[in-house]
């Protein structure tokens, strides 16, 4: 979304949100002509969709637990392997 407006589910296209620019909003100074109709609970940040928000932070929490698995099966630092002729008795 650009400009002035909110993102909003439509019931007619299964629940996808799709933005709504509010054109009246920047020629008003006491508030747009959808600010009641388009209310929601938390609203919306940085032109940002709420299921946008929550798939980008499932996507960086997915690589957070990926590359925690990948520290977890790393050799520690201190760890020196033994030399390749070594045989323990």
């Known amino acids: 979304g650009a ?30 002509a959808m600010d009641d109709i388009l209310a929601e609970p938390g609203g919306y940040v940085g032109g940002v ?8 932070k499932a996507a960086e929490d997915k690589k957070a637990r990926a590359q925690a698995i990948a520290d977890d099966q790393a050799e ?8 390749p002729g070594y045989c323990p008795e």
């Open 3 to 32: 400009g002035p407006g909110r993102w909003v589910k439509d019931r007619t296209l299964g629940g996808r949100e799709i933005w709504v620019e509010d054109k009246y909003r920047a020629k008003r100074t006491f508030g747009g």
């Open 49 to 56: 969709s709420e299921r946008a928000a929550n798939e980008r």
């Open 76 to 83: 520690p630092k201190w760890w020196d392997p033994p030399s």
